[in-house]
């Protein structure tokens, strides 16, 4: 059985389309090769997108961790409390 599809424009231009088509036919075969290959490009850039997501949410929770921790070692220092 033949997956669902949906049609969509992309408007490219014309000086980008002959560099796009022979890079296509390179790495996605003859044929439906510019399909493929902007199919590639979507899922790769998805990938990218949410790997770098997850990093900032990472670093992200880093550095809260960070500067709360710093936060705790002022309110310690200015109320003269040894470190735990």
């Given amino acids: 059985m033949m997956e669902s599809t949906e049609k969509v424009t ?3 231009p014309k000086r980008n ?3 796009i088509k022979k890079h296509a ?3 996605d075969g003859q044929g439906n ?3 493929r290959f902007i199919l590639r490009a979507i899922t790769n850039q998805i990938e990218r997108d949410t790997a770098l997501e997850a990093i900032f949410e990472m670093e992200k929770a880093t550095h809260y961790k ?3 921790e710093a936060q705790e070692r ?3 220092h200015m109320h003269g409390y040894a470190k735990e």
């Fill in 10 to 12: 992309v408007r490219i």
């Fill in 17 to 19: 389309m002959a560099q």
């Fill in 25 to 27: 036919e390179k790495y």
């Fill in 33 to 35: 090769s510019l399909n």
């Fill in 66 to 68: 960070a500067l709360h």
């Fill in 74 to 76: 002022e309110i310690r």
